[in-house]
């Protein structure tokens, strides 16, 4: 395991020591360009002394700081920028665990995370959240737990493989690697006074901690109320309207830029246009999926997203710095290269176009040019998170058909209509066509068939609905065990008998993602934990990843980031149109649905 950093009182003498010159440093890197994200500034000609995985000196001159067995690093005149840091984000929609994500992500200069683990308590419950937290403790970087609040997501419209319980809050408040409460999306509830939902924002407060926010509603009507519940943030914002409303109600406004999720350049013109103060604006992630990150990058990524939409790369430097650190209250601890604080940061040659090109964590270089030089701690999932795929009996085609009312040749249905690179659905109607007593599909209209298969109890149940967006054209079906937020498993194809095959494969293997064509299987992620992730190297998984992307446009999907537009299709807090393992949800109204309409 990881040895732990010290807190900054017990290391305050050494750090006095060394910024007095009295005592050598551990490392001392020179000749760099300052990045002070404090006074958004960038001094040349600095030295950065570093004792105990702590900054203890920046400035002029550290020479009388380097003893016999400090490690020199002439930064040969490159800028020094603290670490960066994802505000929110998912773990699991990696499919990978906290060791594979944090090798991952670190290349890229990521040094502090703050994740939100509901995806694992939607399965496992209080248990797999400590088995998270626990790996995030094992870390080489700083990983904090936010505590899942909404398991499930909306109660009354869906039924998880577990639940939490305000009591649950207030028990993981006392856990060392808790940070807050992560993000409250039962929004309706908090507007309506619930109980429960109050009282696991109370424990939170209580134990001073931050409570996440997630508000989803286009409509800004009921946001003050929400404001008043005690979210702190919000990352659902997708309009320059929703980062202003944020920010004047006393929130942090988290803009996001994930493997699906675009919603920056909407946003930041609040700061580069409006002229907000950039110190209440927030950079994150949400969900990035394993090709993401292995091609693409992780939150350097979204910090060149937002100089790209016009912000001073100092801002942008700023909101994946201080201005998180300073939100959970951690900004004497990190998020900027400081005295006293961790020693995270990147020395890279350009603020711009950012290539990170040495990533030092806690005092220890961590990654060089691309490369993850920190040792993997030794962390193991227990069997009883790999055996969570419980179907109850195999699936035949007969399960994936819709029946008619008697007589009809033509019916009216509601359809889910995906929205590219956005989380909201559109709520569609149209006529499709019966044969036989059964509703057909039409792929001519882009309206295939989809199905939740209830995973954690057995039951043997399956809700069928229809989808619009896909583009298949083609006899095939794609299942996964990946459904925010409940994570039962959705399928989705053109062939009930494919939709079939895939479903029992996915029984077969313990979870993951499978795509069907013609009736052969064409491409398999298996995501063994939980149904979610995977332990195997992040480069294995997106590979696998590619290959069922590629597996998804030979079905005739054009769809930009399809797998997570596939994976949430059953996120009943996310508008307007969703499938539960309780039926079809209207979001916009927050009740089911009936799938079929009559006059």
């Known amino acids: 395991m990881t040895e ?33 994200v404090h006074s958004r500034e960038v001094i040349e000609g600095t030295d950065i002394a570093i004792k105990a995985g702590r900054f203890a000196y920046c400035g002029p001159n550290a020479e009388p700081m380097i003893g016999p067995e400090t490690k ?63 790996e995030a403790l094992a870390q080489p970087v700083n990983v904090f737990v936010q505590m899942p609040s909404c398991c499930p997501s909306a109660p009354g419209l869906e ?39 109050l009282a696991e924002i109370a424990a939170t407060q209580a134990a001073g901690k931050t409570v996440g926010g997630h508000y989803a509603s286009p409509d800004l009507a009921d946001f003050h109320a929400y404001a008043a519940g005690g979210p702190a943030d919000d990352h659902e914002g997708t309009r320059e309207s929703d980062a202003i409303m944020r920010v004047r109600q006393g929130m942090r406004a988290m803009m996001r830029l994930g493997s699906a999720w675009y919603d920056v350049k909407a946003q930041v013109t609040a700061v580069t246009e409006r002229g907000l103060d950039p110190r209440n604006f927030i950079l994150c992630t949400d969900d990035c999926h394993s090709g993401t990150l292995v091609h693409d990058g992780h939150m350097n990524r979204v910090v060149r997203h937002a100089i790209d939409c016009g912000l001073d790369p100092l801002i942008a430097l700023q909101m994946a710095t201080i201005n998180t650190a300073t939100h959970f209250g951690l900004e004497r601890e990190l998020g900027s290269i400081a005295p006293g604080r961790r020693a995270d940061c990147i020395l890279t040659s350009d603020l711009s176009t950012l290539p990170i090109e040495t990533v030092i964590a806690r005092g220890n270089i961590v990654a060089q040019d691309g490369l993850c030089l920190a040792e993997q701690p030794e962390f193991t999932w227990p069997d009883s998170a790999r055996e969570t795929v419980r179907m109850g009996r195999a699936l035949g085609s007969a399960d994936f058909e819709i029946p008619a009312p008697e007589g009809a040749m033509l019916v009216r249905a509601r359809v889910i209509g995906v929205v590219e690179n956005q989380a909201p659905t559109k709520a569609l109607e149209a006529e499709v066509p019966v044969a036989g007593g059964i509703v057909q599909m039409n792929p001519d209209a882009d309206i295939c068939q989809i199905a ?28 996964s065990t990946v459904a925010h937020d409940s994570h039962h498993m959705i399928v989705v194809g053109t062939s009930r008998e494919d939709m079939a095959r895939a479903a029992n494969r996915l029984g077969e293997v313990g979870g993951g993602i499978t795509v069907w064509k013609e009736g052969e299987e064409i491409a398999l992620v298996p995501l063994p934990i939980a149904g979610l992730m995977s332990d195997t190297p992040a480069e294995e998984v997106a590979d696998q990843a590619a290959r069922m992307m590629e597996a998804m446009r030979a079905c005739g999907c054009t769809l930009n980031n399809a797998y997570m537009q596939h994976s949430l299709l059953a996120l009943v807090v996310i508008p307007e149109l969703r499938i539960s393992d309780l039926g079809l949800i209207d979001v916009t109204r927050f009740e089911k649905t009936d799938l079929l309409l009559t006059d």
């Open 452 to 479: 939740l298969v209830e995973r954690h109890r057995g039951t043997g149940a399956v809700v069928n609905g229809l989808v619009s967006g896909f583009g298949y054209d083609v006899p095939c079906a794609m299942a």
């Open 4 to 36: 732990p950093i010290r807190p900054w009182p017990s290391v305050a003498a050494e750090l006095v020591a060394v910024a007095a010159r009295r005592a050598p440093a551990d490392m001392v890197i020179r000749n760099c360009r300052w990045v002070n």
């Open 72 to 134: 020199v690093l002439d930064a040969v005149g490159k800028f020094l920028v603290p670490g960066l840091c994802d505000a929110h984000m998912h773990i699991e929609s990696g499919m990978l665990t906290v060791s594979q994500f944090a090798r991952a992500v670190i290349p890229h200069g990521t040094t502090t995370m703050f994740v939100d683990p509901h995806e694992v308590a939607n399965v496992l419950g209080l248990t797999g959240v400590r088995l998270m937290h626990d």
């Open 159 to 197: 039924t998880p493989g577990a639940e939490i319980s305000p009591e649950d809050v207030e028990k993981a408040m006392a856990w060392p690697n808790i940070i807050g409460l992560g993000e409250m999306m039962n929004y309706p509830g908090v507007v309506a006074g619930d109980e429960k939902m």
